[in-house]
């Protein structure tokens, strides 16, 4: 039990920020921190896949003397590809926001909803 | 020389082309380079489809890294038929891009519009290509952040919230995805999508691999606008510049049925299809009559059609239900037929936008006797819609009843049918207000749209009849494709 909780720490903690991220997401009614949430929900994926590569006593993956246990290099990589994926959907999503902060003056979702309403 | 590189190509042509389509100038230089690449990409999307055809697959290894180490991409019927949907539908889209975008899209936004067409192009065709799923990921997320894009340059407001929402729930697919790929390669320690079937296989009880596989098949449907994970398609579709309607609707969703294919029957492919079928049945049933009840009540016509989508891709989803050889070429036929139908649709409507200036059907009246040839496309196109013989709707939904009727559900086949039926109402609606209402006396003399939007149109349209008729390279192809998925069960 103990094992489970203490041993596999870093996935306790990816679970932790992927609920928290993924529930900000649905809760909240600001467009800014509904961005704010997707990227703790991504963030908390990048760890996933750097635990995934995580070998126990290994070091970097440079050849070197002395050295046998390496971490696995390709999560690592991985992850990087998705960073930058995660960095331009960011860019993307606050340039949006800013788009309709001038267009309807207001980033709360339910006043922007009402003003599409009245229409 | 050429043959050996055709998949990657494919790929890379679009890719290098889009930054210098961003540096041209003016409004005629960037659509005709977009135009001379999409017609490079289709040449090159047959020429693949007739090497695969006969049921040989390629195998192209990306740097010269033998798979799986490197990256694979792998070609046969399935991949090639998609690839060959896509890079047609943006070879018939930009002849008709040139008018349409001149009048939706400012010209100082033209050159990077047309770059983001071409990234987009790059981001599906890539999906198709690819046979390692962590490049597939890569690939969707530059397909969807483009169509991002591409959906907010609408002329209202209301595009840029719909992109907003799009973008929101598309990340969170995507992520999903993300998540159930890290977990299957914390399994397997692969991506190949043939490696991992293999390696899968005798692991597939594991919880990590059902996990993974919950979050892959979620993810997806979520791009796929699977019933009830459609929210954002809609306003997307209806707010998004006419051109990228027709893009978007014709292919965005097609290639999404190509990874759920790929990835339930490709990579999983055994005791967890069976857990898939009953849920893609039952959403699949309430997916066709929910969606078709809602385009009944809509009062703009890009938002019924949207609705319309989202029941036909639930016609897909049902003959991945069947998980038969019958089902899934339906399904197959039918991501074909429906991108030639709904293509049709949104540019005959985008002609009237063109026109008219709006897509709400109340400024629809009277136009189908000032208009001729665009309300006899909306027409012969709804047909197949609806699926009457002798259109390619037709084909596809005849092998889905034939489908169901093998599997002895006339639960189902009584859904298509009934769909079909809604279908026969919100596509008379349509008609009903073009043709049988009397123009409103305050509306101007509308004029016929010019040739440019209505040739496009009508290719699509001759399409969806000659495909009516001829069915040897839809269903033909997609039983080869089939055939290669190794679906064994009945």
Redesign the interface.
Known sequence: MIDIIFGHYNYWIVVVLMMAGFYTVISRGNLIKKIAGINIFQTSVFLLYISIGYVEKGTAPIIAEGYTVYSNPLPHVLILTAIVVGVATTALGLALVVRIKEAYGTIEEDEIHDQDMSL | MIEQHLSLLLVVIPLIAAPVTAMLPGRRLPWLFTLSVTWVCLLLASWQLSVVMNGSVISYELGGWAPPWGIEYRIDAMNALVAFIVAAIAAVTLPYALRSVEKEIPEYQTSLFYAAILLCLVGLLGIVQTGDV?NL??FL?ISS?SS??LI?MGKQ??A??A??QY??MG??G??FL??GI?LI??ETGTLNMLDLNQRLQPIMEHRTVHTGFAFIVVGIALKLALFPLHLWLPNAYTYSPSVISVFLAATATKVAVYIMLRMVFTVFSSSLVVLTSYMFLVLGIVGVILPSISAIFQTDAKRLLAYSSIAQISYMVLGMGFASVLGLTATLVHVFNHALMKGALFMAIGAIVYRVGSSRLENFQGLGRQMPWTFSAILIAGLSLIGIPGTAGFISKWYLVLAALEQQSWLITGVILLGSLLAVIYVWKIVEIMFFRPVPETVIEVREAPASLLIPTWVLVSANLFFGFNTELTVDVAGTAVRLLGVTAP
Request: hydrophobic share 60%; charged share 10%; no cysteine.
């Open positions: 962590f990921f890569v997320e952040l991002y894009v907010a407001r209301r840029l919230t992109a907003y973008l929101i990340t969170i995507a992520t993300l998540i890290g390669y914390a």
